[in-house]
């Protein structure tokens, strides 16, 4: 696709997804991104005037496990939705380690079951993923996604 320039889409201006419950605000993020807040059609964060090419989908640990398991179907869709995505990523608000150590107590999902279906989804969809040790490190880091995006695909003038 051709980039677009600086022109076209003078700043970057993160896109919240208005369903996105506890959204990041990037507040300790220096300067502060403009945020807008807008229905998105895939994942939870992307960028102003590239919705249709960036996207990130957040993930909290219980939230991976439910998605994995119960909402499986619903969650593999959204996979073949971000598929379509110049880039695409699954950021989850815990590490690897934790999804071993740290199952949620209600699940019943085996914790190497939802591993190997992060590691083939990733394969088969082209979506990465991006396990994070906490919360605050998840939203720096999906923020630091979508400003390298940012550099890569948008030409300065």
Same mark, same amino acid.
């Given at each position: &696709? /051709?980039?677009?320039?600086?022109?076209?889409?003078?700043? &970057?201006?993160?896109?919240?997804?208005? $369903?996105?419950?506890?959204?990041?605000?990037?507040?300790?993020?220096?300067?502060?991104?403009?945020?807008?807040?807008?229905?998105?059609?895939?994942?939870?964060?992307?960028?102003?005037?590239?919705?249709?090419?960036?996207?990130?989908?957040?993930?909290?640990? /219980?939230?991976?496990?439910?998605?994995?398991? $119960?909402?499986?179907?619903?969650?593999?869709?959204?996979?073949? $939705?971000?598929?379509?995505?110049?880039?695409?990523?699954?950021?989850?608000?815990?590490?690897?380690?934790?999804?071993?150590?740290? /199952?949620?107590?209600?699940?019943? &999902?085996?914790?190497?079951?939802?591993?190997?279906?992060?590691?083939?989804?990733?394969?088969?969809?082209?979506?990465?993923?991006?396990?994070?040790?906490?919360?605050?490190?998840?939203?720096?880091?999906?923020?630091?996604?979508?400003?390298?995006?940012?550099?890569?695909?948008?030409?300065?003038?």
């Amino acid at each position: &696709m /051709p980039k677009k320039t600086k022109s076209q889409n003078d700043e &970057m201006v993160v896109l919240v997804d208005t $369903r996105e419950t506890l959204a990041y605000t990037f507040a300790n993020i220096k300067p502060q991104p403009k945020i807008f807040y807008k229905a998105l059609k895939s994942g939870d964060y992307s960028l102003l005037g590239f919705e249709d090419r960036v996207t990130i989908e957040r993930k909290t640990l /219980p939230d991976l496990f439910g998605s994995t398991g $119960r909402g499986r179907q619903r969650f593999e869709r959204e996979f073949e $939705r971000l598929a379509k995505y110049q880039y695409a990523a699954l950021v989850v608000e815990a590490g690897l380690g934790g999804i071993f150590k740290n /199952p949620p107590t209600y699940s019943k &999902m085996l914790p190497k079951a939802v591993f190997r279906t992060l590691i083939s989804w990733s394969v088969y969809y082209g979506v990465y993923i991006w396990p994070a040790p906490d919360r605050n490190f998840a939203e720096r880091l999906t923020y630091l996604i979508l400003r390298k995006w940012w550099e890569k695909n948008v030409e300065k003038i």
